[in-house]
């Protein structure tokens, strides 16, 4: 079974930066997809980005479009998000998600069945 560690999240002045890594441990991550999903305090949570198995299909939201950007080491078994221009809607607890057959679109929070604890981010103005 695979376990998801998130680090790299921290405070950071808007338009800041901060990379965030998702270390797999348990199984390699290389056929699983490899999703970025945040959970703002009151709100639901919301797709990032996401990462296919190869790394070769990449899909984000459009609010981060231009901003952030996905990554993986199947070789390490790490994932990563480099988030760039942050701004205080930004703020929220980020969580590395993975599935290997997903039924529900990569972009939707349901199609992942294995989730990390989580990673706090707050974008001060």
């Known amino acids: 079974q695979v376990q998801l560690v998130e680090s790299g999240g921290g405070l950071v002045q808007a338009g800041g930066s901060l990379r965030l890594s998702c270390a797999a441990s348990?199984?390699?991550?290389?056929?699983?997809?490899i999703g970025w999903i945040r959970q703002a305090p009151g709100k639901e949570r919301e797709f990032v980005a996401a990462?296919?198995?190869?790394?070769?299909?990449?899909f984000s939201v459009s609010s981060v479009n231009g901003r952030f950007s996905i990554s993986r080491d199947n070789t390490k078994n790490m994932a990563y998000l480099q988030m760039n221009n942050l701004t205080p809607e930004d703020t929220a607890v980020y969580y590395c998600?993975?599935?290997?057959?997903?039924?529900?679109?990569?972009?939707?929070?349901?199609?992942?069945?294995?989730w990390g604890r989580g990673t706090q981010v707050t974008v001060s103005s």
């Open positions: 990462i296919s198995g190869s790394g070769l299909n990449t």
């Open positions: 348990g199984s390699t991550i290389s056929n699983y997809y």
């Open positions: 998600a993975a599935v290997a057959t997903p039924r529900s679109p990569v972009t939707t929070t349901d199609a992942y069945d294995i």
